[in-house]
């Protein structure tokens, strides 16, 4: 069953609760696996709880190179810290789009992970600096990149993780009526045995880059080439591959719902208000080197 969705982004939004699967027999956890978090010299000052602003570039519709969406991404964190520097931080980031078929590796990855020689690799493979281990990006997968300073939320990876994990478990539980939930030990959203979304994260001066791949419509071939986030004893799955027998609707119209209410959730959570960007000024954006 698909609930349609009737909201708005700038309405005043209850805190949030850690959601626990319906799963009988399925484990919850608070604590994600380590690796899955980098961070590089914090600085601290006190928090806020008020709503805020979060400056959203979506390009949901849009597949986009990885080396395209790094840069910009890189872009932005050192224009907020410069910002930081002069107490003029006022708002967030969230970049959304899709992905050209791609493998990127965390820092915990290693090529005994890889079902194919790194020379000659199916798709472009790049190295990254989020924490975790290999995984697979591509066409039918909704990709959020927030640039959060959790200055201004919770300076707590932990808690973020599991903030990006709600994010998600409140889409496909309250939409699409999957029983998701967490995993001791893991960090990622998953149905059953299999994950749907993946969560890596870069954090400098506690500003927050990099992020979640949710998978709506993806072909899940490309994850066989690979051990999908080091985890050799499980599965990974779709929104379309679980509702294969129950729903009619098109990619694009699974892609739409799942967008919509992706941005909703994100606002509940995070207790932030969008404001809605031209697309164009990221293509201005300065070029980081990778």
Not at 10 to 23: A, G, N
Not at 72 to 94: V, Y
Not at 105 to 134: I, Q, W
Not at 139 to 153: A, D, E, K, S, T
Request: proline share 5%; charged share 20%.
């Amino acid at each position: 069953m698909i609930v349609p969705l009737n909201f708005s982004l700038s309405s005043s939004i209850p805190p949030w609760t850690i959601h626990t699967s319906r799963s009988a027999g399925t484990n919850t956890s608070l604590r994600p696996t380590a690796s899955l978090i980098t961070i590089s010299d914090s600085n601290s000052s006190p928090q806020q709880s008020s709503i805020r602003k979060c400056e959203c570039y979506d390009m949901y519709k849009q597949v986009v190179p990885f080396a395209e969406a790094w840069a910009w991404q890189k872009s932005i964190l050192e224009d907020r810290k410069t910002l930081i520097d002069d107490n003029q931080d006022g708002s967030d980031t969230l970049i959304m789009l899709q992905h050209q078929s791609v493998y990127t590796l965390g820092t915990a990855s290693t090529e005994k992970n890889l079902n194919f020689d790194v020379k000659d690799p199916p798709f472009p493979l790049y190295h990254t600096e989020r924490g975790g281990e290999v995984t697979y990006h591509g066409p039918g997968q909704l990709v959020m990149y927030p640039i959060m300073n959790l200055r201004f939320h919770e300076m707590d990876l932990h808690w973020y993780l599991r903030a990006l994990e709600e994010v998600v478990i409140r889409v496909l539980s309250s939409v699409f009526d999957l029983k998701a939930s967490r995993v001791t030990g893991l960090t990622g959203v998953w149905v059953g045995d299999n994950k749907l979304a993946a969560i890596g994260i870069r954090v400098s001066r506690w500003l927050t880059y990099h992020g979640l791949a949710l998978n709506v419509s993806t072909d899940l071939s490309p994850f066989s080439r690979i051990v999908p986030c080091g985890i050799k004893d499980r599965g990974v799955g779709s929104i379309k591959g679980l509702l294969s027998d129950s729903c009619s609707m098109s990619d694009g119209e699974l892609i739409d719902i799942a967008h919509e209410s992706l941005l909703k959730e994100f606002c509940e959570v995070f207790q932030v208000e969008l404001s809605h960007q031209p697309v164009s000024s990221l293509l201005r954006l300065p070029k980081r080197k990778q």
